[in-house]
């Protein structure tokens, strides 16, 4: 019964909440580069390019981490962190899902 | 479990030194009470009452409404009674009590004797309660705030609200704010730090994980709205210009801040309710709950997908059509978890028998109007429909669905479902049933119509409505609604007031054969004896559990240190790390909290002079507190059963304080990016009045230089002073004590070079936007150095009273933390206030 | 226990015997009333203390205006000749013998008042004082007006008979007024001496803007305004008095009086900032339409066409006297005619400076002149 | 007065558009509530295999996950079309016309075009039918937001800032509009008419409105002009045709051809015009008029008979 130092806890923190993270930050980019872009002086046509650019740049970083955690459910300690793994899994797929229909928002809606 | 911590028979007297710790204080000094069982009751009490009150305007509201033309309520006491309603139900009644539960029940669910912070539980609540009656009572002297929950500026600036009014909104609000984090700050460490051994994250009960998600969203939420009304008092006060448009500034901006919390706050309200709902489903089924990951899942991922909806509150603005989409996609994302959450239920009552008591009449009704509620919430997120039904009758009956069935349901449920662990006797299901129908036939006979109602065109917050708009039945069946609501809310008090008969011997017990460890049987020190956990629902695992624990065969089962004491436990796999002496009833925090209201609360009504009176008594109360705490390795390591020799005192990482700090960094940082949003907003809206468009001089490089070399000088000094502390018993207690002073100067001599530095060029606050954002992030900095400065000074004398050392240095890590993130912010103020003009121009 | 119950017992019947020995006390009527006596030695310092320290407590936080403005020692005098003289007597000129004999005599304030801070005089002007035959102030709104009494006050000290007469009787070649006026006046009646103590015979009022002008105004105007003065619906505890003790035809004869003057030309302010005359002429032929205030002229036209009885003519009114006026609009001070309900809507979107020049400006202009805006 | 305020009966495109998606919706919805509150009653009541099927954490997957991804997908793509469709370029032959919110009315302006002169007006707005109407969208004072649920969504009037509406009119009627965004005291009386009319009669109607006022008729009439002009009514209203051209208030010149006065609050007529001089601040508190209890009854009703005239 030893005690796990906070170095940990914020690497199970992070690791479960990787997916979640990283749509929130994909989120904050594409609503600031299409709400702030053009004060900046970009053109809609660099914004929307910015935009993809996210939104590929999030959805490749989400399916590798469903790829990681896939393959770390299988393994290592017994108690604790096959549980978060697994919650990390879902917590990136749903994520993923959010960043899909974003996607769609892109894809539909002219700028 | 064969074999216990402890052997029986326990040795005599343990049980009455126990019980004499933390007996509730006699005569007047039970004001004094710090036990979560007894504040957590009376926070509840005190957010029904509001609840009530609350429920009494509406009542009011919907008299004037039952008729067209009426003239009942005239239009100025009418938009008092409705920003009333929403404020109190939104601030006073909805965040406060599932706060309040948690207080009341966390420490039963992971078998700890107390939350780690028991007097600042104490103090969130007597501020909340002064301040909160205080609010409530502007209302009897005309001075209620009439701007609409939501005060939107430019109608709640001076121009259109010369009066008093909006600063009690913004003041009080405010203040209650900084108690509902309060509160958060204690939840998340008594969630993370104070479980019963072997309660991993995956074996911690659902409230609990709701909980910890409320707490989270709470430090990333309010923030933004503290912001929010810090600047538009600001402009009230002083004429800084935030929100006026001829002057560079936005009123949208108000709404973004507002919204950036006001979305999430739903999903506050909402998510402990849905936690307890999770509790109460296989308790009344008798199986465990069905997908508890995927409902896990669920919470953090409504948590996160909720901060990005704020602008769902703003279609009809004129943003682009491609961030509405934005949002309107993420309003999308968001319905998945409660979809989860919604099966997951349904899944447990089919995996076993579902008991039809009245908790279980509550939970069925909350699906259903909860169903209905989100139905309608999904529409809203469609931008087109919203532009139709946004600021209708419509959305008044989709957030009523939302928030009394997500939220006043599972509440009632949990009314019922867990008085019978505090008071003798569980409360009747005769009056439960009759209360249930009411209220579930009363809202929908309420908020049904009213969807009707606003597909027919009727706005919200008006007054009154012509007679030929056909809008009268619907209304007057609304108030025929909203009086049985009134019935349903009344029945549940008479039982209440029938049968909760409080206790902390003998309560009424596990009458729901309930798994979880708050059916323990509890006293006024919690459970006896500290048990280890080795399953979600161990009463249902371990058919001897209470007995044992009550017997005091599991850890510590007496007050090892002789005074009140809870066990420290590691954050993921809940292992014990130490023994943490909790402080027991003071006068002291129950007058910082008395003289903290009062300042608020005067300087609302502008007596300058007594409210600054108060203000120096409560800190110097705050003081007097606070110098109790950090006791030091007053007592040697204590065994507390099963040879595990556990330390009293820790420090640095591992210390509940530490954590208790980052959180309140957390908030600060949130703060600030809420700030640094504020000035990059107005800049995209009013380019015109920055430097580059009005030729405004920026301070030369040199006094930036300056200021951050002055800051960082500030770091330094600390790190040394703690290099100085940790070898004290070689160079003495001077060294620490210099570096510490040297830092405080440093820290002031940074900040008052970056004022004086805007100063010399003419730039003033209240030129213009760009002026007031200016100064708002060095307003917002000085805030920090002044309290960095204060605690620094503390720190000081607290070494000069002998109470520093190597050892006993938790006072000084946590001043040396909060150092060094007002360093970091201020360094990147000074980057972003003299760097991005000259970027951008 | 016991003896603690014993002593709460005692006590209460202590009390209780005291009140019944009270009650039969009044209620014999051995008790004197009569004010020929005075009071006991004693119970003079201790009604005394007990008066000077309630006046003390209740004065505080009162704020005192700038009290050296020649106007409002003018009409406190004005006010001071008519409401307090007859009781406190005044510089050459003692009070009568019956006020002599009340109890207690109403002080000569020349040599009490001294004694006094400004906020305690003021808190005594307005409320009065129990039990000594001192009225409370006719009007609970008119601040401005118990300012103007203790601005008086706190001159009234230094001054000699000559000084006074000039200040309270506008010339001191005047000082029987009811006589001259009367003779002057013929018809119109003993209410002119009061009118004209401070008015003026010709109307003028005075220079100094305590007192406005008159002689621009219309009869049904000036006639309309005692009306309200004498009902109480425009305040004021200098005017409210007077007007109440006039006959509804005698007003309407002094209206016409009034009315009948020739208007002298405008007195011209020495000197006025350029820029105020700017926003002030601004204001009163084009108004501020952004901050939804309308031009003067609107109501109140200079061209005798457009005239409308109902309102004013401000063109030549003193200054001061017109930003005294929309200051009390502004206030709610004034507000209760119906008049005064536009005229307050009004002024509420006034600032301080706008007040100010717009004040000024009319002043300036000619009685009855035309002045149209500049397009 | 018949006049239609509901999402539901539209009258215009916008409206028409919104509605059928509103009917859609409330089907999914109703359906999918149906679902579930039978499931969860079936998975009470229900028998034990069925129940054990459904007691699975599959269940709470393809229910809680797989069904509301798919579904609202799919609702979402339709929205996202119709949510760009409104970003469509204005037709080149669409109506403009300018309204402002004010504290507690409409301010209205069809610019000037060509040489036809500008006209203001208040409180209500015609339109032709089958043309497109864009409105730009402004406010002075605080946040009102401009709402005619039979023709299209709501548009926010923020000060500081332009918005635009769109509306396109497919019958010809009286549309009510009303404030929706809570703008202060007297917000419940702040609504509007919208006419929808032929386009020859709109021409008309257009055309009418250019004349400047109709002189007075009657001496009563000719009592209220010279009333209106004497009494301070000028001071904040215009009649064009007269030397009133106070731009405080509404524009009067044609009042007495509008609809109703003071924001869609009284009906038209001559009794309305004199409670309102002389009472409005008891039928709409607060408002920026003061109230005219001065004037004697004979006044009034000859004020109120000028300005009943103004056709």
Redesign the interface.
């Known amino acids: 019964m030893i005690g796990v130092g906070p170095g940990g806890f914020v690497r199970y923190l992070l690791s479960m909440l990787a997916g979640p993270l990283i749509w929130f930050i994909y989120f904050s980019v594409i609503y600031g580069v299409v709400g702030f872009g053009g004060a900046f002086g970009f053109a809609p046509s660099g914004i929307r390019l910015f935009a993809w650019a996210a939104t590929l740049a999030a959805g490749a970083a989400l399916i590798l981490l469903l790829w990681y955690a896939r393959r770390s459910r299988a393994s290592i300690e017994p108690k604790g962190p096959r549980a978060v793994h697994e919650v990390a899994g879902f917590l990136t797929a749903l994520s993923l899902f959010a960043v899909l229909i974003e996607a769609l928002a892109l894809l539909i809606v002219p700028l | 479990m064969s074999d216990f911590p402890n052997a029986l028979p326990r040795p005599k007297g343990e049980l009455a030194e126990l019980e004499a710790i933390w007996k509730l204080p006699r005569g007047p000094g039970v004001l004094t009470v710090v036990n979560n069982t007894y504040i957590g009751l009376a926070y509840v009490a005190t957010a029904l009452l509001f609840f009530v009150l609350a429920g009494i305007l509406a009542l009011l509201m919907r008299l004037q409404l039952a008729v067209p033309d009426n003239t009942l309520i ?3 006491t009418y ?1 008092q009674f409705f920003t009333m309603h929403g404020t109190v139900m939104m601030f006073l009644f909805a965040v406060p009590v599932v706060e309040a539960v948690g207080i009341l029940l966390l420490p039963q669910m992971q078998a700890a004797r107390d939350l780690p912070f028991p007097r600042l539980s104490a103090f969130a609540f007597w501020a909340y309660l002064i301040g909160g009656l205080f609010f409530f009572g502007s209302l009897f002297f005309g001075l209620a705030p ?3 929950w939501f005060m ?1 500026p ?2 709640t600036g001076t121009r ?1 609200s010369p009066g008093d009014n909006a600063d009690f909104w913004l003041v009080g609000i405010g203040f209650i704010e900084i108690s509902a984090i309060a509160g958060a700050i204690e939840i998340i460490v008594g969630i ?1 730090r104070t479980r019963a ?1 072997g309660m ?3 074996k911690m009960p659902v409230f609990a994980w709701a909980m910890l998600v409320f707490a989270g969203m709470i430090l990333f939420a309010f923030p933004a709205v503290i912001l929010a009304t810090f600047l538009l008092e600001l402009e009230r006060a002083f004429q800084w210009p935030f929100f006026i ?2 002057k560079g500034g ?3 901006l108000w709404q973004h801040l507002f919204w950036f919390f006001g979305h999430p706050e739903v999903y506050i309200i909402f998510l402990p309710a849905a936690g307890m709902v999770s509790m109460i489903v296989p308790a009344m089924t008798g ?1 465990p709950l ?2 508890y ?2 409902v ?3 919470l ?2 409504t948590a ?2 909720s ?2 909806l704020w602008v769902h509150h703003m279609f ?15 309003s ?2 968001v ?3 409660s ?6 239920w ?7 028998r ?1 008991r039809l008591t009245v908790p279980s009449l509550f939970v ?1 009704g909350f ?2 109007i909860f ?2 509620g989100g ?2 919430g ?2 809203v ?12 009758y419509f959305i008044v009956a989709h957030l009523h669905y939302v928030l009394i069935g997500g939220m006043v349901f599972p509440v009632f449920a949990a009314i019922y479902h867990w008085t019978p662990i505090l008071s003798a006797r569980p409360l009747s299901e005769r009056l439960g049933r009759w209360s249930f129908g009411l209220l579930f036939v009363g809202v929908n006979v309420t908020f049904f119509p009213m969807h009707i109602v ?4 009727m ?7 012509p007679e ?2 056909g809008w009268d039945w619907p209304n007057l069946l609304s108030t025929a609604g909203a009086f049985a609501i009134a019935a349903g809310v009344l029945v549940c008090l008479v039982d209440l007031a029938l049968n909760f008969r409080f206790t902390t011997t003998g309560s009424a017990g596990n009458v729901w054969r309930a798994g979880t460890l708050e059916w323990l049987p509890n006293e006024v020190y919690g459970t006896r004896s500290i048990p280890v956990v080795s399953s979600r629902e161990p009463l249902w695992d371990d058919a001897n559990l209470a007995e044992d624990v009550r017997a005091g065969r599991y850890f510590l089962p007496g007050a090892s240190t002789g005074g009140r004491e809870t066990l420290i436990t ?4 809940a ?3 130490y023994l943490l002496q909790i402080p027991g009833p003071s006068w002291r925090s129950l007058l910082a909290a008395a003289f903290t209201a009062a300042f608020f609360l005067l300087l609302t009504v502008k007596l300058v002079v007594p409210a600054v009176a108060c203000g120096v008594l409560a800190v110097a109360m705050i003081i007097a507190w606070l110098w109790q705490t950090d006791p030091g390795a007053n007592h040697p390591p204590v065994d507390i059963g099963d040879d ?1 020799v556990l330390p009293v005192y820790v420090t640095g ?2 210390s509940h304080s ?2 208790a700090m980052v959180a309140l960094l957390l908030v600060a940082a949130s703060l600030f990016i809420a700030l640094f949003f504020s000035y ?2 107005n ?2 809206v009013s ?1 015109q009045v920055w430097p580059a468009a009005t030729g405004q001089r920026l301070p030369v490089a040199s006094w930036p230089a300056a200021s951050a070399t002055a800051f960082m000088v500030g770091s330094v000094a600390m790190a040394f002073s703690g290099q100085m502390l940790a070898r004290a018993r070689e160079y003495g207690d001077w060294p620490v004590r210099l570096g510490i002073a040297c830092a405080c100067l440093a820290l002031a001599a940074g900040a008052l070079i970056e004022l004086q530095g805007h100063w010399q060029t003419g730039l003033r606050p209240a030129m213009n936007s760009y002026g007031a954002l200016v100064y708002a992030v060095i307003a917002v900095q000085c805030q920090l150095v002044a309290v960095a400065v204060f605690m620094g000074l503390y720190t000081i004398a607290r070494s000069a009273a002998g109470m520093l050392t190597p050892v006993r240095r938790a006072t000084f890590d946590n001043t040396l933390l909060f150092c060094h993130y007002t360093v970091g912010q201020g360094l990147l103020g000074l980057l972003i206030v003299h760097g991005f003009p000259r970027i ?1 121009g | 226990m016991p003896r603690l119950k014993i002593a709460i017992a005692s006590v209460a019947a202590c009390a209780i015997a005291l009140a019944v020995g009270a009650f039969l006390f009044a209620w014999s009527g051995l008790y004197s009333v009569a004010a020929s006596r005075g009071h006991w030695a004693v119970l003079e310092v201790i009604l005394e203390f007990g008066m000077r320290s309630s006046v003390r407590t209740h004065a505080i936080g009162i704020d005192v205006p700038e009290l050296d403005d020649p106007a409002l020692v003018e009409r406190g005098a004005g006010h001071f000749q008519g409401g307090c003289a007859p009781c406190h007597g005044a510089p050459g000129r003692s009070s009568s013998p019956i006020v002599h004999a009340m109890l207690p005599e109403p002080p000569d304030l020349a040599a009490s008042a001294p004694s006094w801070q400004s906020e305690e005089l003021f808190w005594i002007v307005k409320h009065g004082l129990k039990y000594t035959g001192m009225p409370a102030w006719a009007s609970q709104e008119r601040d401005d007006e118990v300012w103007a009494v203790v601005a008086f006050l706190r001159r009234l000290p230094q001054m000699d008979a000559a000084q006074y007469w000039t200040l309270a009787s506008l010339d001191p070649r005047e000082q029987d007024i009811p006589i001259r006026s009367l003779a002057q006046g013929g018809p119109v009646g003993t209410g002119l001496a009061a009118c004209s103590r401070c008015h003026g015979l010709d109307g003028a009022g005075r220079a100094s803007g305590a007192f406005p002008r008159l002689d621009i105004q219309t009869a049904d105007y000036l006639f309309a305004q005692l009306q309200a003065y004498a009902a109480g619906a425009r305040q004021s505890g200098i005017m409210q008095p007077v007007a109440a003790e006039l006959e509804v035809a005698e007003m309407r004869r002094l209206a016409e009086y009034y009315a009948a003057q020739r208007p002298a030309p405008a007195q011209i302010p020495a000197e006025s900032e350029d820029r105020l005359l700017a926003i002030g002429q601004t204001l009163t032929t084009a108004g501020l339409p952004n901050q939804g205030i309308p031009s003067c002229n609107s109501c109140h036209a200079q061209d005798p066409a457009l005239h409308n009885p109902l309102y004013p003519s401000l063109a030549g009114q003193y200054a001061a006297y017109t930003a005294q006026q929309l200051a009390l609009f502004k206030s709610g001070g004034r507000r209760d005619t119906p008049a005064a309900e536009i005229m307050s809507v009004i002024a509420e979107r006034l600032t301080a400076e706008q007040i100010d020049a717009v004040s000024l400006y009319l002043a300036r202009l000619r009685p009855g002149a035309v002045e149209r805006a500049t397009p | 007065m018949e006049a239609h305020q509901a999402v539901l009966s539209p009258g215009g495109s916008d409206a028409e558009t919104i509605a059928t998606l509103g009917w859609v919706m409330f089907a999914g919805g109703s359906a999918i509530f149906l679902g579930v509150i039978g499931l969860a009653v079936y998975a009470h009541l229900g028998g034990e295999t069925l129940r054990r099927r459904l007691a699975s954490r599959r269940l709470v997957f393809v229910g809680g996950v797989l069904f509301p991804a798919v579904t609202l997908t799919a609702l979402l793509t339709y929205g996202l079309i119709l949510t760009g469709a409104r970003l469509a370029a204005p037709e080149a032959d669409a109506l403009r016309i300018e309204v402002t919110g004010e504290q507690w009315w409409w301010r209205v302006r069809y610019p000037a075009t060509g040489d036809a002169p500008e006209i203001v007006t208040a409180n209500e707005i015609r339109i032709p039918i089958g043309r497109q109407v864009e409105i730009r969208l402004a406010s002075v004072d605080v946040i009102h937001s401009f709402w005619v649920p039979s023709l299209a969504g709501k548009v926010d009037m923020i000060p500081g800032t332009v918005n635009r509406i769109r509306l396109h009119a497919t019958r010809t009627g009286t549309y009510r509009g009303q404030c929706a965004e809570y703008c202060g005291a007297a917000h419940a009386l702040m609504a509007f008419y919208v006419v929808a009319l032929e386009p020859a009669q709109f021409e008309d109607w257009l055309a009418g409105q250019r004349q400047p006022a109709a002189g007075p008729l009657t001496a009563l009439q000719k009592q209220g002009e010279g009333l209106f002009l004497s009494t301070g009514c000028n001071g904040c209203h215009a009649i064009r045709g007269t030397p009133a051209a106070g731009t405080i208030g509404p524009d009067l010149t044609h009042v007495g051809g509008r609809l109703s006065i003071a924001a869609a609050t009284l009906p038209n007529a001559a009794a309305s015009f004199a409670r309102w001089i002389r009472d409005n601040q008891h039928i709409k508190p607060n408002n920026r008029m003061p109230a005219f209890r001065i004037l004697p009854d004979d006044q009034l009703a000859a004020l109120a008979a000028y300005l009943e005239s103004l056709k």
């Open positions: 005239d239009q100025g938009n009439d701007g609409g939107y430019p109608l259109y993370l051994p991993t994250l995956d448009p001829d936005d009123p949208l199986v069905v997908g990951r995927l896990v899942v669920a953090v991922a996160f997908f901060f990005g009809a603005t004129g943003i682009p059509e491609l961030s509405l989409a934005f949002f309107s996609a993420a999308v994302a319905a998945v978890p979809g989860i959450q919604v099966f997951s349904i899944a447990t009552i089919a995996a076993g579902l069925l699906l259903a169903v209905i139905l309608t999904v529409m997120a469609m931008v087109p429909f919203d532009l139709q039904t946004h600021d209708t606003g597909l027919m065109g706005p919200r917050r008006v007054y009154t409505y030929q708009m590691s954050p993921i796999h292992d014990p790390q595990l990482p591992a530490w954590w990059l907003y800049w995209t380019p951008a």
